[in-house]
């Protein structure tokens, strides 16, 4: 009985997931606002709209699943319970991983250790 109510729990809250996911799909598609674009540490990259069509895939696919899901469950009862939570977990981790990897590989440059490696790396080979 307890896992039918965490299903139900993260059923539920699939709802804002998706919703905040089509906003930001939104708001990049048709208003041209790229201030959550690639974001690391709350800060948009440099050149924001260059990776506008990137995040812009990333959270209307996410979005869409999320909402296919919903309607599968909720309007048509046409999936089971591990089926619809497997299909909303992947998507979750899945566009969360993307998220992340988009924001740093837009932020681009090197840790100020990576850097020191780096040239460490380069003087031992000169000499």
């Not at 809250?13 to 606002?33: E, H, Q, S, T, Y």
């Not at 069509?53 to 089971?80: D, H, K, R, S, T």
């Not at 619809?84 to 992947?90: E, K, N, R």
């Amino acid at each position: 009985m307890s896992i039918f109510i965490f299903n139900w729990i993260f059923l539920l809250a699939l709802f804002p997931v998706a919703f905040f996911w089509l906003r930001r799909a939104w708001r990049i598609l048709v208003k041209r606002d790229f201030s959550e674009v690639a974001l690391k540490k709350g800060l948009p990259p440099p050149n924001p709209e260059k990776f506008a069509p990137y995040e812009m895939v990333i959270n209307l696919v996410g979005g869409v699943v999320m909402v296919v899901v919903l309607v599968a469950v909720l309007g048509f009862q046409a999936l089971a319970s591990e089926d619809w939570v497997a299909i909303a977990g992947s998507t979750l981790w899945t566009k969360l991983f993307l998220s992340f990897a988009l924001g740093r590989h837009a932020h681009g440059g090197m840790t100020e250790l990576a850097k020191k490696s780096a040239e460490a790396r380069e003087k031992k080979a000169k000499g």
